[in-house]
């Protein structure tokens, strides 16, 4: 059975940094590339970053560029998301990815909140 669970979430002052991380299980994880995705109260869940699975190369929102870093430890089937100079703009709940075989999973999420 596929799982995905997020952890790492919290309250955390503007400008300050905070990692989040989710465990995959239930599947080969080394095969698949991870996404980090986040959604706000009243708006569409948007992609925040991803990670391949073989060369590791990451791509970012416009939004995250620069603040954000996404990375894999593929032995210990986890993403991590490494977030800095947080802003209250990056206030949402924050889910971990993948798609197999056209079918989307999705972790239950951790919030994380910036206060200004």
């Known amino acids: 059975q596929v799982q995905l669970v997020e952890s790492g979430g919290g309250l955390v002052h503007t400008g300050g940094s905070l990692r989040v991380s989710c465990i995959a299980s239930?599947?080969?994880?080394?095969?698949?590339?991870m996404r980090w995705y986040r959604q706000a109260p009243g708006k569409e869940r948007e992609l925040v970053a991803s990670?391949?699975?073989?060369?590791?190369?990451?791509t970012y929102g416009d939004s995250v560029k620069g603040r954000f870093t996404i990375s894999r430890d593929n032995a210990r089937n986890t993403v991590y998301l490494q977030m800095s100079s947080l802003k209250p703009e990056d206030t949402a709940v924050y889910y971990c990815?993948?798609?197999?075989?056209?079918?989307?999973?999705w972790g239950q999420g951790t919030q994380v909140t910036v206060s200004s």
């Open positions: 990670i391949t699975n073989i060369s590791g190369t990451t």
């Open positions: 990815h993948f798609r197999r075989d056209l079918v989307d999973y």
């Open positions: 239930g599947f080969r994880f080394r095969d698949y590339t």
